[in-house]
């Protein structure tokens, strides 16, 4: 294969979200998040779930028969994007607590905030990503690109 050439073609049409999918990033998802959580408040620090993500998901979509390169990167992202979403809790929510902004911990309340979070770190990256990734969506701010003499 040339290196210009994609590994799923154009013309080919594989499934990308489907049930198998789905179940195994949000069990991806969870398992990941527990972990980092767990590090985190033991140890102060996270690690990025990505590459784990990633290898957990091929090694599992190798037990089914029919499972491809585009359910892979929707369970890797999914799985990473758990990981990530612990990351935020587990370091807000100690230091709301540790300043005095919160008197005790609200088992609900965090969920929802969380829940939240998650829900925007889902939904705004579309509009802010199609409005960033135009051509002149830069072009208001002087010296973003070179002009041409």
């Known amino acids: 294969m040339k290196d210009d050439q994609p590994v799923v073609p154009a013309t080919v049409t594989l499934p990308e979200i489907t049930v198998k999918a789905v179940v195994l990033s949000i069990i991806l998802a969870a398992v990941l998040a527990a972990a ?6 033991f140890a102060g620090m996270t690690v990025s779930a990505s590459i784990p993500a990633a290898v957990a998901s091929m090694a599992i979509l190798r037990l089914f028969r029919r499972s491809n390169i585009l359910e892979n990167n929707i369970i890797q992202t999914a799985a990473s994007s758990g ?17 005095g902004y919160w008197s005790a911990y609200d088992y ?6 969380a829940t939240v979070g998650g829900l925007l770190g889902v939904i705004l990256p579309f509009p802010c990503g199609a409005r960033s990734s135009s051509p002149r969506a830069c072009d208001s701010q002087k010296g973003s690109r070179p002009r041409k003499s």
Not at 36 to 41: R, S, V
Not at 84 to 89: E, F, I, M, S, T
């Open 108 to 113: 609900w309340q965090t969920a929802w905030i």
């Open 83 to 99: 990981e990530a979403l612990a990351a935020g809790v587990i370091f807000t929510i100690p230091a709301l607590l540790l300043v």
């Open 36 to 41: 980092n959580a767990y590090l985190g408040l």
